[in-house]
């Protein structure tokens, strides 16, 4: 059964995902915007949230004036997996750190590791 929720109450889920994050790691947060989406790619239709970027193990020298890395988190496809709005709470932390992760270099291999699957 899946959740239904508008997408105002949706994004405050996110907001508190990322409240939640201690501020040693989001004073880390280097050019990137984290926006929520209903739909993910139509290539991907089950993907929870995608990081697009370049991780801060990746930048060199050269990184600088460019758009900022976005993380994506897709509104449908969370509601669709949880039977219910304490589930889905879990499941918005678990998708915005898994993709924050990814900002610091850390691959899915290393997160499912953790838990962050």
Request: charged share 30%; aromatic share 6%.
């Amino acid at each position: 059964m899946a959740v239904d929720m508008d997408r105002e109450p949706f994004e405050l889920l996110v907001t508190a995902a990322l409240d939640e994050i201690p501020v040693e790691l989001t004073s880390q947060l280097d050019n990137v915007v984290v926006l929520v989406e209903d739909e993910p790619p139509a290539d991907e239709p089950g993907l929870l949230g995608l990081y697009d970027g370049v991780a801060l193990t990746e930048r060199d020298t050269a990184y600088g004036a460019v758009l900022p890395d976005r993380i994506f988190v897709y509104r449908r496809p969370l509601l669709e997996m949880c039977a219910d709005e304490a589930e889905l709470v879990e499941q918005v932390r678990i998708t915005v750190v898994h993709e924050i992760a990814h900002h610091f270099g850390i691959d899915d291999d290393r997160l499912h590791e953790l838990g962050y699957a």
